[in-house]
């Protein structure tokens, strides 16, 4: 069994081990972490935390649009840990998670997956993408 | 007449009933930073109580996370015949964990109490069905709009309960070529139901990305049904001025063919009739124009998220969440609606910060009015990721509910200086209030058959 170390930077940097086979937030959980969630399936952002550290796999999480992952952000209810990973917890750690849609609209490779475009590779075609 | 059943014989009826006392609204903590469950507070609205305008009592939900919304009853006047029903048990979804809390109201009307949980898990595996909203009686049996699959993906379904509570399945036998759920309502001398769109649990529950509705992730579209059929036969295309068609009402009058729908995102109030050919025919009635915001390059759209007809069907209710205006239009002429009320609660432009002395985080959003025509209440919390996006010092500040006295003969609409409920104060913290529910019932659960 492949265990990997948790800390929680904004819980005084508590330390847990974790399963890197089984979702994050039932195995914090588990182990006393309160923890918000809704959904638990990774479609509803609730349990959003930003990993400052380390790799996860969140493969199966549908409620991140892509501007939220790159600002770090995992949907612990669905990530597993592949890495030792440090992440900060709850809704201090949603400071970037929320845009007023009407005055910061995403670029169209920074929409969910579903829908993005390619990211411009380079700084040419971002200043073609602006215009186009 | 002489009956037996919950509700009234008829809406004039409804509308000579007592006063209410009692008002219960649903309060979050989901999405808030707090972690305590959601919960059922009950409001004293009655004047002479020495707790009026306060929370009275809290039913917390058994976990954290579900995200309360919208509510119903187990039973309304559709049973007015039934002598066996009895207008008991109020239905409280969680829309984020599927979770169905059926909770006894009856025994102690202050104090309701957990009569039973169906449990989300047991409904997925039994229909194949989440994210649920709206709740109608049907008679003695109970449906309920759930707005995915099992994996939150459009367009759900309707879930199906008996009086008991027992999950009997799915209620539609199809859902045609429709791609998105939302909220619905019936009018069974017609044999018509009418349904509308908002998105996939997916996509509405971590936020609203705009550029969304460009990718057709949002609904434009309504649905009618033939219920006793139960599927859909028409639909019709809304486009431009029917993004995000939410909130759907007929008349009260269980003999008109008039409904009414409000488009979320273009701020638009839709009108349908049956036609004397009929044909069911629709039309743009209220179209509340973009406001320039003092700091913002674009112009600000209302965002109507709920509307409400009074009992008498002559007056409209809508909100524009986002301006923070509610508004009262005459639509004794359904096709030619007169605007004759209006008043700033919050919202973004400024007009009305505090009221009552409160700072008012948040706009309009989900409102009851009092059978009578004369009590509107006004709540100001729309869904905790949206609130987050819009209004992020609702954090601190907490939802409110404030009281609007209408005037049902002249119109009019004006604020109640001696009622208002800060949700921010609570005892674990600022949380939000939704929808409101009377015990007696109110304009937005009752059908007549
Ligand atoms: S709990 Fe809903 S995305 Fe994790």
Redesign the interface.
Known sequence: MTTHTVTIANRESATYQVNARRPLLEQLRDQGV?L??????G????CAAKLVEGEVDQRRQ????NRQIDNGYVILCVARATSDITLEI???S?DK???????D??KPHE??AD?AMPQPSSSKAIGQEKEG | MECCGPGYASPSDAIKAPREKLLYTIAIY????I?KPDYLATVDVDPDSPTYSQVIHRLEMPG????LHHMGWNACSSCFEDENMSRKYLILPGV???NLHIVDTATDPRAPRLHKVIEGAQIKSQTNL?GPHTVHCLGSEIIISMLGNA??EAPGGYLHLDKEFEIQGRWENSMGDIKFGYDFWYQPRHNVMVSSEWAA??TF????????VG?L?YGRELHFWDFEAREPVESFYLGEDGLLPLEVKFHHDPDSTHGFCGAALSTNVIHWWKNDAGKWQWEKIIDVENEQHPD???P?PGVMSAILISMDDKYLYLNNWLHGDMRQYDISDPHNPVLTGQVFMGGLLGKAPSVNGVDVAGGPQMFQLSLDGKRLYVTTSLF??WD???Y?EI?EKGGVMVQIDCDPVNGGMKINEDFIVDFGQEPNGPSRCHEARYPGGDCTSDIWL
């Not at chain 1, 549908?62 to 649009?65: D, F, R, S």
């Not at chain 2, 989901?30 to 930073?33: A, D, F, L, P, S």
């Not at chain 2, 529950?205 to 969304?212: I, R, Y």
């Open positions: 309160d918000p969630y809704g959904c638990e399936y479609g509803c952002i609730t549908v409620a991140l649009n709850g809704v201090d949603h998670l929320y845009r007023n849609p009407f005055l609209p995403l929409l969910k829908i | 989901t999405g808030t930073g972690q954290i996370g579900d995200e984020r964990s599927n989440s994996k939150g649990p997916n529950m971590p936020g609203f990305d705009l550029e969304e990718h992730k913002w390059p674009i600000l905790s990721t987050n996006q819009f992020p954090r």
